[in-house]
């Protein structure tokens, strides 16, 4: 079974950072594309970013482009996510999940990013 387990959100202030971590467990993660997927309170899920199966590649929402990096490390199946410059508007709950060629694949558990002062 595909589990991933992020972790590392809290409450942070506006221009704040944060850096988001997925552990992936029951799938080679080293062959699969993965994304950042997050949902605000009483809003759909949005993508945010994703990132090639090798590392060498990586794209993002216009909403996040210049203040989120994404990596990962396949040799510790970590999937991570840096986040500076944060706004309110990027209160959510944060998802990582399989990018695959027309949806995502299941998003496990995720973590809870406020930012308020």
């Known amino acids: 079974d595909v589990q991933l387990q992020a972790s590392g959100g809290g409450q942070v202030q506006p221009g704040g950072s944060l850096r988001l971590s997925c552990v992936a467990s029951?799938?080679?993660?080293?062959?699969?594309?993965m994304a950042w997927l997050r949902q605000a309170p009483g809003k759909d899920l949005d993508w945010i970013s994703s990132?090639?199966?090798?590392?060498?590649?990586?794209t993002y929402a216009d909403s996040v482009k210049g203040r989120f990096t994404i990596s990962r490390d396949n040799a510790k199946n970590i999937l991570y996510l840096q986040m500076n410059s944060l706004i309110a508007e990027d209160t959510a709950v944060y998802y990582c999940?399989?990018?695959?060629?027309?949806?995502?694949?299941?998003r496990g558990q995720g973590t809870l990013v406020t930012v308020s002062s």
């Open positions: 999940a399989q990018s695959l060629v027309s949806n995502f694949g299941p």
């Open positions: 990132i090639e199966a090798s590392g060498e590649g990586s």
């Open positions: 029951g799938f080679m993660f080293g062959d699969y594309k």
